[in-house]
């Protein structure tokens, strides 16, 4: 099964953050990195910010 790569509107949508609050959280390890797409473009594995939001829900 192919992973799916979902980007930032979608991402934004998600968790409700700006894109500087997500660059910050992802440079503190504290939010799942991005992958690069080639050349200016990046995403995130739809997974793994599915488990992220699964333990915020679990840790409150």
């Not at 997500?22 to 995130?44: M, T, V, Y």
Request: hydrophobic share 40%.
């Amino acid at each position: 099964m192919q992973e799916r790569v979902i980007r930032w509107p979608e991402l934004e949508k998600r968790i409700g953050v700006s894109n500087v609050t997500a660059w910050r959280w992802e440079k503190a390890g504290k939010f799942p990195k991005r992958i690069r797409l080639g050349g200016n473009s990046a995403g995130w594995i739809e997974s793994e910010v599915d488990e992220w939001i699964k333990q915020r829900a679990a840790e409150r």
